[in-house]
């Protein structure tokens, strides 16, 4: 009688590139850009040089329609799904096992949504409160123009870094580096709308400390919470 054959079984290492739920959103997500690209490809090429006219009283052809409506409901939504599989891709230690990796993409996301109506939200009330509201909606569109570009980036970022093992440090430079050109970008376009050579500085260190690095540093303690509760 032959004895059965018994092999040690080695337990694979889960990761993000064998998640099913990971790779569904990526799948979505390239959907979703391809639909937003064929459609509206001139609309954004056309936004991206809007953000650069800084003229406070556009034409009545700038009028948001619904198709806009519907692009920046897109790419918002990719931009925090892309944000969160960035972030998640930084913890090369992976969480802890009995943690779904849907479940942390879940929360991140919220946190990145939250974070931008926020930004909206400020930026609406400080620009009614201390500016006009033709150059608060101006600035307002600016931003939803540049976060359209960010998620677009991200994507292809954040596919890289979960199927080709991007390095965390090289993946931490990169979003870095787009957030840095991210701010520099908003406070041209509000010093451009709003401020007056004489008062631009005083303002400008005001804006720039609210608006922008405070949010971004709250966000930063919110994620680093986030990640040790799942480890």
């Given amino acids: ?9 080695m337990p694979l290492a889960r990761t993000m590139a064998g998640d099913t739920a990971v790779t569904f959103v990526f799948v979505a997500s390239a959907i979703l850009l391809a639909l937003v ?19 406070k009283r556009g034409s009545l052809f700038d009028a948001p329609t619904n198709v806009d409506w519907w692009m920046d409901a897109v790419m918002l939504a990719v931009l ?5 599989l960035c972030v998640m891709s930084l913890s090369r230690g ?55 570009y960010n998620g677009l980036v991200l994507f292809f970022v954040a596919l890289i870094a979960v199927y080709f093992y991007l390095p ?16 520099l970008l908003l406070c041209y376009k509000s010093t451009a ?21 405070l949010p971004c540093f709250i966000l930063y303690k919110v994620l680093l919470e986030i990640n040790i509760i799942f480890k």
């Fill in 193 to 213: 709308l709003f401020f007056k050579p004489k008062i631009g500085r005083y303002t400008f260190f005001l804006q720039l400390c609210t608006l922008e690095i």
């Fill in 37 to 55: 690209l064929a459609a509206g490809r001139r609309t954004l090429a056309q936004r991206g040089k809007n953000f650069f006219a800084n003229r």
């Fill in 94 to 148: 992976g969480y802890a096992g009995d943690v779904p990796y849907w479940k942390v993409l879940s929360l991140l996301a919220l946190v990145f949504a939250a974070y931008v109506a926020v930004k909206f939200a400020l930026y609406r009330i400080v620009g009614w409160a201390f500016f006009d509201r033709e150059g608060t909606r101006h600035l307002v569109d600016a931003y939803m123009t540049l976060l359209a």
């Fill in 168 to 183: 965390s440090l090289t993946l931490q430079y990169v979003m870095l580096a787009m957030l840095i050109i991210d701010k």
């Fill in 80 to 84: 925090c799904l892309m944000s969160s």
């Fill in 1 to 9: 009688m032959t004895l059965p054959l018994q092999l040690a079984v």
